[in-house]
């Protein structure tokens, strides 16, 4: 079992439809944050939440809302999405720490949205 | 603007030989430099990292060099494996607003490691 899970893995919805993407940490991290993965596009990262507290949000349409109830748990929210929405939304997390971390980010496998 | 560019989309390599995968940014206020490697339908997992102040880091059949003068980081395999055969990303990390991070990503270049 990884340390982050994210269900569901795959999703299709229509453009009218609403749907939540739900990522959960075993780590016991106090950062969590969503990327999104388009074809042939770079990781692009999307929300940032540090001790449950929203610190990034990187130009995202408002049809994405995330939300932290808690450090272990991290939504994305999914109203009234376009085609080219579709894509591979990754979940991950890490420790804030003030010295000895190294930018890494733990994973988890993704969900996959195909919206049509 | 891309910040951190992996310019060859792909790298064929017998096994048992080198595999050398480059990486160049724009941006000198990054902290730290990662490279991820993703396995199809799973998501990107560490693989090593190197700190803005070092100039390389090793960990076993891995190498991360850093020519911040350059602002070109590469990770070198050596011996390379089948099972290395995957999606590398270069990854730079920046400290974001409370504890958190930043990290900028590649586009990745696909190793194939040929047996």
């Known amino acids: 079992e990884t340390g982050v899970t994210q269900t569901p893995r795959h999703l299709v919805m229509g453009m009218t439809n609403k749907k939540s993407l739900k990522c959960e940490q075993h780590?016991?991290?106090?950062?969590m944050y969503w990327y999104k993965q388009s074809a042939k596009k770079p990781l692009e990262l999307m929300f940032v939440?540090?001790?449950?507290?929203?610190?990034e949000n990187n130009s995202v349409p408002s049809r994405f809302s995330p939300e932290c109830p808690n450090s272990s748990h991290l939504f994305l929210h999914l109203h009234t999405l376009q085609p080219e929405d579709s894509a591979l939304y990754l979940c991950a997390s890490s420790q804030s720490l003030a010295g000895g971390f190294t930018g890494e980010l733990f994973f988890g496998e993704g969900s996959r949205l195909t919206v049509l | 603007d891309q910040q951190v560019k992996q310019n060859s989309p792909s790298l064929s390599v017998q096994e048992g030989r080198i595999s050398i995968l480059n990486c160049d940014y724009t941006?000198?206020?990054?902290?730290?430099f990662l490279w991820y490697k993703k396995y199809p339908a799973e998501g990107p997992t560490f693989l090593i990292s190197?700190?803005?102040?070092?100039d390389k880091n090793e960990d076993g059949r891995f190498t991360v060099f850093l020519n911040k003068s350059a602002k070109h980081l590469s990770l070198h395999i050596v011996p390379s494996q089948p099972g290395d055969s995957a999606v590398y990303f270069c990854?730079?990390?920046?400290?974001?607003?409370?504890?958190?991070?930043?990290?900028?990503f590649g586009k990745g270049t696909k190793l194939s490691v040929i047996p």
């Open positions: 190197i700190s803005s102040i070092k």
């Open positions: 939440y540090s001790l449950e507290e929203r610190v």
């Open positions: 941006n000198s206020m990054f902290d730290y």
């Open positions: 780590l016991g991290h106090n950062a």
């Open positions: 990854a730079a990390s920046r400290r974001s607003g409370a504890g958190s991070y930043q990290l900028t």
